[in-house]
């Protein structure tokens, strides 16, 4: 790994404690004006202090991040379908060169291991960490999971490891039961925790509480911060779990002062 691929990664993954908190904000680009994200500046620039990186998209960049935010960017680069297509579908919809012209730290595409367009999807990602490779941009594998699959430890282990096997820098995927094995399944490369749909939010701090007991790292949560009562409490109490090893009582405490 060059010098550049590293200090990228170290911007994301916090040196000091090993983990990050990443906010995705990248549902637009198949959801459109999701809520909590109808009015994206309004509703994340106060959150963006208190995130290690920010996922999204180079449109919503330009459109609502002030170019001051000097926060690492993991830029959303595949897409091609909306929530009224099959999602598995997906293009590499952003070229390298957009990504350098928006300084992005790294680059992300999803992975539909068991969907309709595996392969393609597959493909992308190979792709995807050819183009980084050449100018050491890290990039960050999303094992999507289809209506039919299942989030367990066999599944994720497998769609996990795939993407490790291509090459992907970071691997985000969903917690299960039996996460360590998951994991254990992509060796040396860190794994992030999607938040997933909008959950309680203390069942929301349990389950990153227990990722990273399990060896994730960190966690890349969205509706869980944003479409939270409490954003900004929502953000300090998952920073406080992953960064403070804070237990799930006290973190939750965190959330309600806001």
């Known amino acids: 790994m060059n010098w550049g691929m590293k200090n990228r ?11 990050c908190v990443m906010l995705a904000v990248d549902h637009g680009f198949f959801q459109g004006p999701t ?8 509703t994340i620039n106060p959150l963006i202090p208190y995130a290690d990186a920010l996922m999204i998209t ?12 000097d926060k690492p960017i993991i830029l959303r680069v595949s897409g091609g379908t909306s929530i009224l297509k099959e999602l598995s579908n997906e293009k590499i919809t952003t070229a390298i060169e957009d990504a350098i012209r928006i300084n992005a730290t790294a680059i992300t595409c999803s992975v539909f291991i068991g969907g309709e367009y595996e392969r ?20 960050l594998s999303v094992t999507a999971v289809g209506k039919e699959m ?6 994720l282990g497998l769609a996990s490891r795939i993407c490790v096997e291509i090459g992907a820098d970071i691997v985000k995927t969903y917690f299960c039961d039996e996460f360590e094995k998951v994991v254990e399944a992509c060796g040396n490369i860190p794994v992030v925790i999607a938040g997933g749909k909008k959950t309680p939010e203390k069942d929301a701090l349990e389950m990153a509480k227990n990722a990273i007991s399990k060896g994730a790292i960190g966690v890349d949560m969205g509706r869980n911060i944003f479409q ?31």
Not at 122 to 135: H, P, T
Not at 150 to 155: F, I, L, P, S
Not at 239 to 251: D, G, I, M, T, Y
């Open 9 to 19: 990664l170290s911007r994301i993954i916090n040196p000091k404690t090993g983990r």
């Open 35 to 42: 809520t909590g994200l109808r009015n994206l500046g309004k």
């Open 58 to 69: 180079r449109g919503a960049i330009r459109n609502w991040i002030p170019p001051e935010m």
């Open 120 to 139: 393609q999807s597959i493909e992308n990602l190979g792709y995807l960490v050819d183009e980084g490779r050449k100018y050491g941009i890290p990039v």
């Open 150 to 155: 299942a989030r367990d430890a066999r599944y």
């Open 228 to 258: 939270s009562d409490k954003p900004i409490g929502m953000i300090k109490a998952v920073r406080a779990v992953v960064h403070e090893n804070k237990e799930v009582e006290e973190a939750f405490k965190i959330y309600q002062d806001g």
